[in-house]
């Protein structure tokens, strides 16, 4: 059986990033623990003003792992409340996001790359693109810059984590 294009170069990379940034708050929440700082510190903690919170990045992160999946797979999309406040709540999010696209099975993509997807990102605002454009120019992008800027957070705030601990396991 050959596996989609669509598939390869979505569910392992999703995996991937997820399982390492699992294993970076981790660690996060180990450093708060020895220096001794309440972790909603980290949580909460910025790259600029007008950035999003580590939190929100994180949860940004598996809202895009979640609706690229089950877009290009052809189901639907997961709603999740968005109401996380520990590492913990995070680690559940990520644990539920990973259950969910190892779900989805290969041949639910077989077709996708032609496949119209329809984004609105913005009242009235409506995009059309195909699953190839989809993901390889906008959802892949996304989901990389939400996981990188997390990674940034921690890293800018004395966390002891270099590229392999962004890399994880691959």
């Given at each position: ?98 259950k969910f696209i ?69």
């Amino acid at each position: 059986m050959t596996i989609p294009y669509m598939y390869k170069t979505s569910i392992p990379i999703f995996k991937q990033l997820l399982n390492s940034l699992s294993a970076i708050l981790t660690k996060a929440e180990t450093y708060a623990a020895e220096k001794k700082f309440e972790p909603i510190v980290l949580l909460n903690a910025r790259l600029y003003p007008d950035m999003f919170s580590l939190l929100r990045q994180v949860q940004v992160a598996t809202d895009f792992a979640k609706s690229v999946s089950a877009r290009l797979a052809g189901v639907e999309v997961p709603v999740y409340e968005d109401n996380e406040q520990t590492f913990s709540d995070l680690q559940v999010r990520i644990n539920k996001t990973l259950k969910f696209i190892e779900s989805l099975v290969p041949t639910q993509f077989e077709g996708s790359e032609t496949r119209e997807i329809v984004l609105r990102p913005g009242t009235p605002k409506e995009k059309k693109l195909s699953g190839h454009n989809y993901l390889n120019n906008y959802g892949l992008p996304q989901f990389f810059f939400h996981v990188t800027t997390a990674y940034a957070i921690l890293r800018h705030n004395g966390l002891a984590v270099g590229k392999g601990d962004f890399m994880g396991n691959f």
